[in-house]
């Protein structure tokens, strides 16, 4: 495995600087908003909650250290996955919690920041269990690809006091097609910030 030096302090590593195999991975640009809304500073403590590859998890802990992030992920390939992507940023400020959100989360460190991708269905359970242990002023944000975890992800917000931001993202990337170049759309990806007490922490 090669390492990558990647000197630069702004988040947005290309795609394929990251190990992937079949594995979702939070494209650039998308990953590039998640993190701004996440206001990260050095010294916090984040959750990554269905890490995936890592590749959130890999631009946070750059942001953050010396502080932690904690890689929550049940699928075995994508545990390997983002091990290797640690390995590959030479990161020793993440660590991989394998095993199934919510159930994961306990005993866990309390958050600063939590990311939350893949929910596996249990949505509600895992922002409840975030939630109960977030700092005060601690910020959750969520990507989702469905209007259904969209809803969950705004109602839970709106029921518990936070202050809720969303947005829709409808990005394209210029590419190759022969001797001309197209627009290929991305996938659209809705990212819901949530800030508990209604006010920025740390």
């Given at each position: 495995?090669?390492?990558?030096?990647w000197?630069?302090?702004?988040?947005?590593?290309?795609?394929?600087y990251?190990?992937?195999?079949?594995?979702?991975?939070?494209?650039?640009?998308?990953?590039?908003?998640?993190?701004?809304?996440?206001?990260?500073?050095?010294?916090?403590?984040?959750?990554?909650?269905?890490?995936?590859?890592?590749?959130?998890?890999?631009?946070?802990?750059?942001?953050?250290?010396?502080?932690?992030?904690?890689?929550?992920?049940?699928?075995?390939?994508?545990?390997?996955?983002?091990?290797?992507?640690?390995?590959?940023?030479?990161?020793?400020?993440?660590q991989?919690?394998a095993?199934?959100?919510?159930?994961?989360?306990?005993?866990?460190?309390?958050?600063?920041?939590?990311?939350?991708?893949?929910?596996?269905?249990?949505?509600?359970?895992?922002?409840?269990?975030?939630?109960?242990?977030?700092?005060?002023?601690?910020?959750?944000?969520?990507?989702?690809?469905?209007?259904?975890?969209?809803?969950?992800?705004?109602?839970?917000?709106?029921?518990?006091?936070?202050?809720?931001?969303?947005?829709a993202?409808?990005?394209?990337?210029?590419?190759?097609?022969?001797?001309?170049?197209?627009?290929?759309?991305?996938?659209?990806?809705?990212?819901?910030?949530?800030?508990?007490d209604?006010?920025?922490?740390?």
């Amino acid at each position: 495995m090669n390492r990558i030096n990647w000197p630069y302090s702004t988040p947005g590593i290309p795609d394929h600087y990251f190990s992937r195999s079949q594995v979702p991975l939070t494209k650039e640009e998308v990953r590039i908003l998640t993190l701004a809304k996440a206001r990260l500073g050095p010294g916090m403590n984040v959750y990554d909650v269905g890490s995936g590859t890592g590749t959130l998890a890999v631009e946070a802990a750059r942001l953050v250290a010396p502080g932690q992030v904690l890689a929550v992920e049940v699928d075995p390939e994508a545990c390997t996955l983002i091990r290797e992507n640690v390995k590959r940023f030479g990161l020793d400020n993440v660590q991989v919690v394998a095993g199934r959100a919510p159930a994961a989360l306990e005993g866990l460190p309390p958050p600063d920041r939590v990311f939350i991708g893949g929910s596996g269905g249990h949505l509600e359970e895992i922002l409840r269990t975030c939630h109960e242990a977030l700092r005060p002023g601690g910020i959750i944000v969520l990507n989702a690809v469905t209007v259904e975890t969209l809803s969950t992800a705004l109602a839970f917000g709106y029921h518990q006091g936070y202050q809720v931001e969303a947005l829709a993202t409808n990005l394209a990337r210029l590419e190759p097609a022969g001797r001309y170049h197209i627009w290929r759309a991305l996938n659209p990806v809705y990212i819901v910030q949530l800030v508990k007490d209604g006010h920025y922490g740390q």
